[in-house]
């Protein structure tokens, strides 16, 4: 039983190499200097490592997030506009485009994955091209399943889905104090995100000596964003946000902010203080967030 297991993961494979001879129609293109090193980490899917060159642009168009759609601008000096309402306006346009940005993106690749659900609801047959594309999804969003059916399906929907912008941009500036903390000046990280590898951000001040981590440092705003919605999307301490969004698109509701707050609790220490104050900024800002 095993061994026809792995023969079949190994055919499926095989389908995924010969598929990629020719790109999603769907997708964007890359450009020519697009490369394996033009990603972060975090968004290499592992089983990537196996294929070619061209190959591994042909599956990594759908990866690639296309800033120059975004015209890369500095971080403005929040510090120095004294007006409270231009601060939060300036703080919220110069985010707001990254964050749709990557919400436009979750939503295409979860029409796609809807396509498939009905294909496979319908008991039809799936393309091989739909099946290098539901693995590398598997890959993107850590899953490590090997299996097409429909509970894995919904396992990989749960996850590929929009963070609503009031959320991303109240924790930005609950995280960043509105863009001028030390991390969100030097390393663009707006969200307080660590990482563990020597040298792989910016030492805490205060760090205890006991302590190894670091506060990531980021190539642009861009970048950080892609980063934290792949923490709130794949991360097991946030699996209650992902539950809470679920719930909403069963009972075809709206997805908000103030609700998703709710699964934040392993987000910060503070816990359900946090929480409160995350719901409390989105609130009182809602006339700055409605654009």
């Known amino acids: 039983m095993l061994f026809f297991r792995k023969l079949l993961l190994v055919l499926f494979w095989l ?9 999603f129609s769907q997708l964007e293109p890359l450009k020519e200097s697009d490369s394996l090193e033009s990603f972060e980490q975090w968004q290499i899917p592992t089983r990537l490592s196996a294929l070619s060159q061209a190959d591994q642009k042909k599956l990594l168009q759908r990866l690639a997030y296309p800033r120059s759609e975004i015209p890369a601008r500095p971080l403005p000096d929040f510090n ?10 300036a703080f919220f346009d110069y985010l707001r485009p ?9 939503l295409l690749l979860r029409e796609q994955l809807l396509e ?17 594309f539901l693995y590398s999804l598997y890959d993107e969003f850590r899953l490590d399943i090997t299996e097409t059916d429909m509970a894995s399906l919904q396992e990989l929907l749960l996850r590929v889905d929009i963070i609503p912008e009031s959320l991303v941009l109240m924790q930005a500036a609950n995280e960043s ?11 663009y990280n707006f969200f307080g995100q660590w990482c563990f590898r020597e ?19 980021f ?73």
Not at 248 to 255: F, G, S, T, V
Request: glycine share 6%.
């Open 15 to 23: 389908g995924v190499l010969i598929a990629t001879l020719s790109p």
């Open 199 to 217: 040298g792989c951000g910016l030492v805490p001040l205060n760090r205890a000596e006991d302590q190894f981590h670091e506060v990531a440092r």
């Open 177 to 187: 104090a509105w863009g001028t903390s030390r991390f969100a000046v030097e390393g």
């Open 98 to 106: 990254h964050v749709r940005r990557e919400n436009q993106r979750l």
């Open 116 to 132: 498939i659900e009905d294909k496979k609801r319908k008991n039809m047959r799936l393309h091989i091209d739909e099946y290098a």
């Open 219 to 291: 190539e642009d705003a861009a970048a950080a964003i892609s980063s934290y919605f792949y923490n709130l999307n794949t991360f097991h301490t946030y699996e209650s946000l992902r539950q809470i969004r679920w719930k909403l698109r069963e009972e075809d509701r709206p997805i908000r902010g103030e609700a998703l707050a709710h699964g934040l609790h392993a987000y910060s220490e503070r816990g359900e203080e946090y929480i409160e104050e995350i719901t409390a900024m989105i609130r009182y800002n809602r006339r700055f967030l409605e654009d």
């Open 80 to 89: 120095a506009i004294t007006d409270v309402r231009k601060k939060k306006k």
